[in-house]
């Protein structure tokens, strides 16, 4: 029996530097097996082999990858966009959006492995410890939870890379570019190293993929998006599943230097820190779902769903995708988009991503109604007794203090 009764942990395990020192260190510190546990939600295409390899020459027993890109698209990534689901008005949360779906099977793995306990590779003060463990206890109480970086020796980034030095651990990360990445079909998030000055320009080796605007196309793309009942089901005329319209986009968008997000932000933990982010397809397409409902939301539906928005993005961030709340959120929004459906035209430069059309069956913009030219149908006359009703509270309020003021 190994330390505080723990025999067997599950790990959640990327293949960084993080998780692979822990590999090594969970063995030596808990006297347990690890059996390590990798979630592939798109981004970039994993090298099973090579992770496999990593995995066991860190020490762990067994390595278990699942390829969860179709769940993450149709479980968390839609209802998000639905939602219109943007943290403080600008992240698309690619990174928060996975780690619910990646503890769920964190928790589904150390069932079937008859595991005491599962790991992570998040730091005291970072949101994924608390999206992570939040997730798991509310999957499985039971479980035992561990956390490394919050009680082992190892201070700094520096000291991790020489601990996986001396055990033969190879890593990417190095001292000179020391940033921290966590890719997924929905986005990369960046930090450390430089970044954590908000003041200095982020280096173009920050970036994973998107172009310098200086080296993007000097001509404009123009591309067409289609929505059904608010999901993405066609792009440029061609039906094809979200999932690829996602691939498709961050294709398109990366080269127009689309989704580069540089924001000082508000952490779980209470503190801010400084990200930069890259996101072209879900950058792209929350503007043109967006623009849909503008032509297909009533006026009050779509003013009251705006207003729910950013409470659904900090369910997202804060780790509480699995709540009641979040669930009563998910009925409303799908109740919203039962005729989001339509087609919009987006103009892509330079790193802007420009809306110029928008058509629907269900469209509620009438030109008849809209039109200053001849075929005007709306009655000019009724305004005068509009404003009249419309504006009747704040003549009543004027007309009171007025009579204060004589007294």
């Known amino acids: 029996m190994g330390k505080q009764g723990v025999k067997r942990v599950t790990l959640a395990y990327s293949g960084g530097l993080d998780t692979s020192v822990i ?123 561990l956390a490394p970086l919050r009680e082992w020796e190892l201070k700094t980034r520096d000291e991790e890379i020489e601990y996986a030095k001396r055990y033969k651990i190879p890593v990417t990360a190095t001292k000179k570019s020391p940033y921290s990445i966590d890719q997924n079909i929905w986005g990369t998030s960046i930090e450390c190293g430089i970044l954590e000055d908000p003041w200095i320009e982020p280096p173009l080796d920050a970036y994973q993929d998107l172009f310098p605007i200086e080296k993007t196309p000097n001509r404009p793309e123009y591309i067409v998006i289609q929505f059904e009942k608010g999901v993405p089901i066609a792009l440029n005329g061609v039906k094809m599943k979200t999932i690829r319209i996602i691939e498709k986009l961050n294709q398109i968008g990366t080269k127009h230097g689309i989704g580069r997000i540089d924001m000082v932000e508000n952490r779980v933990v209470g503190i801010k820190s400084r990200e930069i982010y890259e996101a072209p397809a879900a950058i792209i397409l929350l503007n043109a779902h967006k623009q849909m409902e503008s032509l297909t939301l009533d006026r009050e539906t779509m003013h009251f769903k705006e207003t729910i928005a950013p409470r659904y993005a900090e369910l997202i961030y804060y780790g509480l995708w699995f709540t009641p709340l979040r669930e009563a959120l998910d009925a409303f929004v799908e109740k919203t988009q039962e005729r989001v459906t339509g087609e919009i035209r987006l103009k892509l430069y330079k790193g802007n991503c420009i809306p110029v059309g928008r058509r629907s069956p269900y469209s509620l913009y009438s030109l008849a109604l809209a039109t200053y030219d001849i075929g005007d149908q709306f009655d000019h006359s009724s305004a005068k007794g509009f404003i009249d009703i419309f504006g009747l509270p704040s003549r009543v309020i004027s007309a009171i203090e007025m009579k204060m003021k004589k007294r």
């Open 23 to 145: 590999a090594r260190w969970l063995i030596e510190n808990y006297d347990c097996e690890v059996i390590c546990f990798v979630a592939d939600l798109g981004g970039r295409k994993l090298d099973s082999d090579f992770l496999r390899e990593k995995a066991k020459n860190s020490g762990a027993k067994k390595v278990v990858i699942k390829d969860v890109k179709e769940e993450f698209v149709k479980d968390f990534i839609l209802p998000a966009l639905k939602a219109n689901a943007l943290y403080e008005g600008a992240y698309p949360m690619a990174t928060s959006l996975g780690r619910p779906l990646i503890a769920k099977w964190l928790v589904e793995v150390a069932h079937q492995e008859k595991a005491d306990a599962i790991a992570h590779g998040c730091t005291g003060k970072g949101n994924d410890q608390v999206r992570f463990e939040v997730a798991a206890r509310a999957l499985d109480p039971k479980l035992k939870i």
